[in-house]
Nanobody, 113 residues
């Protein structure tokens, strides 16, 4: 299994936007998710999209984040709008319920005033 590779993180201002991308060897047939981990916090799932397109979000990101997938190009995306300080974390993508071998190293998102 080749781990996914995330990109698109960086520095954003409060209220700003970032779009994260995830390249993975194969996503068709799998539910996919974005998770984040801030220093001192546990890793948490923020968004999940099933292969049939059904979506779930963690409450704190509802209405601000949008997860999408492109099965034809084996890509997963996370559009993050109206960013808040508490969104600062390392964001990773992968297959929910699978070991860390199915998750990427992550990309840092830092939200500042």
């Amino acid at each position: 299994q080749v781990p996914p590779v995330e990109s698109g993180g960086g520095l954003a201002q409060v209220g700003g936007s970032l779009r994260l991308s995830c390249a993975i060897s194969r996503i068709d047939g799998f539910a996919m998710a974005w998770a984040r981990q801030a220093p001192g916090n546990q890793r948490e799932l923020v968004a999940m999209i099933a292969n049939d397109g059904s979506i779930n979000y963690e409450d704190s990101v509802k209405g601000r984040f949008t997860i999408s997938r492109d099965n034809a190009h084996n890509m997963l995306y996370l559009q993050m709008n109206n960013l808040k300080h508490e969104d600062t974390a390392v964001y990773s993508c992968g297959i929910p319920g699978k070991s860390l071998a199915y998750w990427g190293q992550g990309t840092q998102v830092t939200v500042s005033s």
